[in-house]
């Protein structure tokens, strides 16, 4: 066996022992296994993209199947946050390049991901500022005043940050450095970076690193407007979030009779569940997108009904929530299109 495909082995074999580890919330097992191999000759950024990124994607599958609790997931993510330090401690490189601002849009609390982009950068000889999770675009904008920055990456993870995100960094440009885009939020093919104005886009942090080795450049074609947002629908909605989520509740306390039965936890459970309804659907109305919408229905279908709540839940979620936006014809439109997706064996009439 070569020495190539050993260490590849071993790294897969190190990542079970690693993703035990975490889910143990053994932070000093955790930060051996990973200074073991580093010092044994596997790379840091290795250790950074394929050790630590699966067992974190690992880790997010395992809590939507309801394996793992929200408080496993959260003592796992501060583990492996504890890993990169120590790697990153371990493996410190002196600057070679130009400065780099990476950071978490504003709203956007999944940081790790970012913070492993800011490590890889690191390595490769950039001087990094790592701002964190949820970063408000006009500190970002005083941060690049006070560093001068060659140019930002700015993480965002879920789309219903991408307003945000839009506002951060058409702020970033306008003060003449340019945006890096990566996360799962901006699409993973990167249209929504296109569709907002990046300057680049990056599927990984690898990929994310090699642009900035080669500069930034411009996407090729011009910045698309938004002229859909002229019908007002997402600000509507937006700032009726509050009011709309309370009469849905009250609706759906009489149209879904288990309700009844349920704990003050459930209750909070299912507000809470309504509210991420209306943020996804407030993000597909401003990209336009109704996958943005149809995609997070799907996903939080299985979610629920790994929680032991049945498909017709939802689906009378998303109808009530139809028949309350009645002056709203896109939003009803991706309704329309979400109970499908809830529901895609059933005939509907709405």
């Known amino acids: 066996m070569s020495s190539v495909l050993l260490a590849v082995t071993d790294l897969r074999t190190a990542g079970e022992a690693y993703l035990e580890h975490i889910g143990r919330a053994d932070e000093y097992g955790a930060v051996d296994l990973v200074l073991s191999l580093l010092d044994g000759g596997v790379p840091a950024e290795r250790l950074l993209l394929e050790l630590i990124a699966p067992a974190q994607r690992r880790v997010g599958e395992l809590w ?26 371990r493996a410190r490189t002196a600057p070679t390049r130009g400065r780099v601002t990476v950071a978490c849009t504003d709203g ?13 950068l690191r390595l490769r000889g ?13 500190h970002l904008i005083t941060h690049l005043h006070q560093t001068g920055p060659d140019a930002v990456a700015l993480g965002c993870a879920l789309a219903t940050r991408l307003p945000r995100a839009h506002a951060t960094l058409t702020a970033c440009q306008a003060v003449g450095v340019p945006v890096m885009a990566g996360g799962a939020g901006f699409g993973t093919d990167g249209r929504f970076a296109r569709l907002l104005g990046a300057d680049a886009w990056a599927p990984t942090a690898d990929a994310a690193a090699d642009h900035l080795d080669r500069g930034l450049p411009g996407f090729p074609e011009p910045r698309q407007a938004l002229g859909h947002l002229a019908d007002e629908e ?42 991420h309804i209306v943020d996804f659907l407030a993000a597909a109305l401003y990209v336009d997108d109704a996958p943005v919408f149809t995609e997070f229905v799907g996903w939080t279908g299985g979610v629920l009904a790994a929680r032991g709540v049945p498909p017709e839940a939802l689906g009378v979620g998303l109808r009530i929530f139809h028949d309350e936006l009645r002056d709203f014809p896109r939003a009803r439109h991706l309704l329309v299109q979400g109970i499908e997706a809830a529901h895609p064996d059933t005939d509907l009439e709405i």
């Open 64 to 89: 939507a199947a309801n394996e793992w609790s929200v408080a496993r997931e959260h003592g796992a993510t501060a583990v492996s946050d504890r890993a990169v330090a120590a790697i990153a401690a």
């Open 108 to 120: 956007e609390y999944h940081a790790l991901p970012t913070r492993l982009l800011a490590e890889v």
């Open 126 to 138: 950039w001087q990094v500022d790592f701002l964190g999770a949820s970063v408000p675009g006009p």
């Open 234 to 275: 997402y600000t509507q909605l937006v700032r009726r979030r509050g009011e709309l989520i309370g009469r849905v509740m009250t609706v759906l306390a009489g149209a879904y009779p288990p309700m009844a039965a349920y704990r003050d936890d459930q209750l909070d459970a299912t507000a809470d569940d309504l509210g």
